[in-house]
């Protein structure tokens, strides 16, 4: 099993930044991805970014250029750092983790999300 705790939501004003955190703890060795998902009320849940162990990344259309998956494999945590916020991107965030690549990824594991709100 894998335990993921997230971080770091909030409010914030439009082109506002925020970094959202994920730690990971349990059968790490068991999960070679870990991603960000996001849902807004009555629309369907999205992959918002996703990061292999080997550092490659993928990321919804929406948000290219504006957020950043990263990780940092000797505290087992993975960040987002989300910046250019606008209203659309008002969500609650779920960390994941689990199996595949940046094209075929399949999480297992999920936190228990955390609510990112943007005021316009």
């Known amino acids: 099993q894998v335990q993921l705790v997230e971080s770091g939501g909030g409010l914030v004003q439009a082109g506002g930044s925020l970094r959202l955190s994920c730690a990971a703890s349990g059968s790490i060795a068991s999960i070679n991805a870990m991603g960000w998902s996001r849902q807004a009320p009555g629309i369907q849940r999205e992959l918002v970014a996703i990061?292999?162990?080997?550092?490659?990344?993928n990321y919804l259309g929406s948000v290219k250029g504006r957020f950043t998956i990263s990780r940092d494999n000797a505290k087992n945590t993975v960040y987002l750092q989300m910046n250019g916020l606008q209203p659309e991107d008002t969500a609650v965030y779920y960390c994941n983790a689990g199996d595949g690549n940046t094209y075929a990824y399949y999480p297992n594991y999920w936190g228990q999300g955390t609510q990112v709100t943007v005021s316009s």
């Open positions: 990061i292999t162990n080997g550092g490659s990344t």
